[in-house]
Nanobody
Framework: QVTMVETGGGLARPGGSLRLSCVPS????????????MGWFRRAPGKGRELVSA????????YYADSVKGRFAISRDNIRKTVFLQMDNLKSEDTATYYC????????????????WGQGTQVIVSS
């Protein structure tokens, strides 16, 4: 299994921006990172975890949930073994804990490949 460490969350005002990052946990092997598709998920208070965005291993294709299209941008740096989520024009409904995970494609979407999750990073959008 590969677990990730997410950082970059915090408090932002509506319309503001945050940039999340995730790297492989020091406790897991990072040697396969460049071959892994990666995804960002979020869990809002009282709701289930949902896929926000995904990026292929080479970074040549991306996926966005309709709720974040045009506002969020996923990218990756395979040399630094880091995945980013640039979040612009934040809305209160983006408030959630965000998680990064290795994903695999399934019927037009992406699902977690492993069952383990990191601690996540909390994003609060409030005026």
């Amino acid at each position: 299994q590969v677990t990730m460490v997410e950082t970059g969350g915090g408090l932002a005002r509506p319309g503001g921006s945050l940039r999340l990052s995730c790297v492989p946990s020091p406790r897991t092997s990072s040697s396969s990172f460049n071959f892994n598709h990666m995804g960002w998920f979020r869990r809002a208070p009282g709701k289930g975890r949902e896929l926000v965005s995904a990026i292929t291993a080479r970074g040549d294709d991306t996926y966005y949930a309709d709720s974040v299209k045009g506002r969020f941008a996923i990218s990756r740096d395979n040399i630094r073994k880091t995945v980013f989520l640039q979040m612009d024009n934040l809305k209160s409904e983006d408030t959630a804990t965000y998680y990064c995970a290795v994903v695999t494609p399934k019927t037009g979407t992406w699902i977690p490949l492993f069952g383990a999750w990191g601690q996540g990073t909390q994003v609060i959008v409030s005026s």
